[in-house]
């Protein structure tokens, strides 16, 4: 996988890109100094932003690209008490 993107309601929340890896003081982080524990939860999935006091229906949706240019994207729509 190249990148993951996060959004609600179709607005972006939040998109990792694993472009390529550097060493940053002794660790191995994303290109853009991205710590790979802002990537994954302790739970192993990927962190896909907060959701705070959004009560209603929303869409929730995922969007996955390759390198070769590849997508899937798949939503859920809920309604938050």
């Known amino acids: 996988m190249h990148s993951v ?3 609600i309601d179709n607005n972006e ?3 990792h ?3 390529r890896f550097i060493n940053h003081d002794g660790r191995l982080v994303l290109s853009a100094g ?3 524990s802002d990537v994954f939860a302790k739970e ?3 962190n ?3 959701y705070k ?3 209603g229906m929303h ?3 995922v969007k996955a690209r390759d390198r070769n240019g590849n997508e899937t994207f798949k939503s859920v729509t809920v309604t938050i008490r």
């Open 5 to 7: 993107s996060f959004y």
């Open 13 to 15: 929340v939040k998109t």
């Open 17 to 19: 890109t694993f472009d």
């Open 34 to 36: 991205t710590d790979f």
């Open 44 to 46: 192993r999935f990927y």
């Open 48 to 50: 896909g932003g907060s």
């Open 53 to 55: 006091n959004i009560s």
């Open 59 to 61: 869409t929730f949706s």
